[in-house]
């Protein structure tokens, strides 16, 4: 479990250094340009916050990990409670999942969605 502590650590600090980096250079520039400088600008601040947002996500879930390293109750999957592989922990650190529990809750997603898709259709088409 050290190796996946050692990578959340790793990529913590990456993320705070990157957050912080951005937020040093998140400076407005005053300067008037036409509205197509401005639309570009608005949607590079879009982008941003979406980042920011994901990159916030990330930061949370690796401080949840290692709580539970803390715990003793990290690397159980959250759905059966059985060991989550350290293979599978190496390559994503952040699973709460076995593979198994989590191909079915893929596959239950993608019947839900295929199922939601398919009923809209039904209901548009007889609406008319």
Request: aromatic share 4%; net charge negative; hydrophobic share 35%.
């Amino acid at each position: 479990m050290e190796e996946i502590k050692s990578l959340l650590l790793k990529e913590k600090a990456a993320l705070l250094a990157n957050i912080q980096e951005k937020a040093v250079n998140s400076k407005t520039n005053s300067d008037i340009g036409d509205a197509i400088d401005s639309s570009v600008e608005e949607q590079e601040r879009e982008l941003d916050l979406l980042l920011q947002d994901r990159e916030q996500a990330r930061l949370k879930g690796i401080e949840l990990a290692l709580k539970r390293m803390e715990a003793d109750d990290f690397g159980y999957c959250d759905e059966c409670g059985e060991t989550i592989s350290k293979k599978r922990l190496l390559a994503i650190p952040l699973a709460r999942m076995c593979i198994n529990c989590q191909s079915n809750e893929e596959r239950s997603k993608l019947a839900q969605n295929a199922f939601s898709r398919a009923d809209y259709s039904s209901q548009v088409l007889s609406d008319d």
